[in-house]
């Protein structure tokens, strides 16, 4: 199983990336082909932000962390479909947004 964020470098900047030279779009097709490298430096960059976001949501530090492994995974998965004239990190929230809601109705059953 690949690990898609290390905790140590979750709040790091992605100083010296191609992320943070603002060529996201050439990661995103790097990605999109298979490139896990290229998707760890996306995971990388904008990781803390996806898990902040669900950490708000669920109000939960364990369910956050689980929530963002599955938001990444899923858009690994369906990353061949992004727009890529649309904002990633959008596109990110909704699949995360869509991941938690999921995990809610989940866990009333």
Do not use: C, Y
């Amino acid at each position: 199983m690949m690990t898609l964020a290390p905790e140590s470098r979750a709040n790091e900047p992605a100083s010296g990336s191609l992320a943070a030279l603002g060529d996201e779009g050439a990661l995103i097709r790097a990605a999109a082909g298979g490139d896990t490298g290229a998707f760890g430096e996306l995971v990388h960059t904008h990781h803390r932000r996806v898990f902040n976001f669900l950490r708000h949501m669920t109000r939960h530090h364990q369910d956050a962390e689980d929530l963002t492994q599955q938001t990444f995974i899923k858009a690994f998965h369906h990353l061949a479909s992004f727009d890529l004239r649309r904002p990633l990190l959008n596109w990110l929230f909704t699949i995360a947004r869509n991941t938690a809601l999921n995990h809610f109705r989940d866990v009333k059953k």
